[in-house]
């Protein structure tokens, strides 16, 4: 015989079940609306919006300057609003998606910090979603990219996968079951501060010794500059490119010298890819997931990065030669990938706006309808009496 106890607690779990179906993303994209969306990707220099369809295609892009860290959060808002409304102006947006990088909220509303900008528990989403009136959905831009290669690029049909993006630093996201995996408090997946080596170098988080003082864009360019200031005979290739200028060293300079063989470049290139690869066997002993996709700036190097990365992944795996080993695929859709999955996650909410203003919408039509028959009483009664208010 059920009781008001068991009642209660079934009603309580009923409506658990009901609140993370509200933001579960499982599957939820097959059922989607396939209109067009906004994505807007917020770096550290640039700020990229783009119109995307259903599949991934981005039908318009336009970028502009990210604006200085000393400008108030109300200038960021300002931007992103200006980028949407000159797209509106020649595509129907249903919805915007913001990948940010920072740390945002579990809620997907509240950024927290972000080190490029003045945002610091910056209620972005509610802000953006009163000034466009249409649904905002703020993310981290590690999750938003991740959720592009899992949807339409190297990560397609994988259950578990890792997203590991190698910028200036390493950033980092988790999907499982079609659903990225935020943590409690939002802040998952930030791989690029564990630490690989006690009292290494000094990172600008505070700690020593970070994967990503070793494994990212700033890691390849402090080592290039470290061997050309200290005049190496290994550095003479990159020293006579840049004329003696050391500061002009950068990573993309450095993969090109790499393609052409400098001997230096492959070799640091190699360094950066087999700490990627003790990285990677780490996140497989606590993630085991089946797909390791590497995108970011670095990831340019193609080979020369992640065919040492392979290797360093294998000789550090735990249980190797016991157990099916990950996938490490190179991430396929480039510098758009932030962008592309902010807009597809936005979709998403798309549809429950939809949902809950569909009757709203359809009563307003009723009786845009029933004026029109009115103000035209030449053409036919009009048949259907006005919605009551
Ligand atoms: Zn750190």
Redesign the pocket.
Known sequence: MSTYRDFTQRGTARAGVLRTAGTRERRSHLSAPRVPTVGIDIGGTKVMAGVVDADGVILERIRTETPDKSKSPKVVEDTICELVLDLSDRHDVHAVGIGAAGWVDAHRATVLFAPHLAWRNEPLRDALTARLAVPVLVDNDANTAAWAEWRFGAGRGEDHLVMITLGTGIGGAILEDGRVKRGKYGVAGEF??MQVVPGGHR???G?RG?W??YSSGNALVREARELAAADSPVAYGIIDRVGGNVRDITGPLITELAREGDAMCVELLQDIGQWLGVGIANLAAALDPSCFVIGGGVSAADDLLIAPARDAFRRHLTGRGYRPEARIAKAQLGPEAGMVGAADLARLVARRFRRTNRRRVERHERYERYAQALRNPGSARPTQEPPAS
Do not use: K, L, T
């Open positions: 690029g501060h990172c600008p988080c700690n970070c990503e003082q």
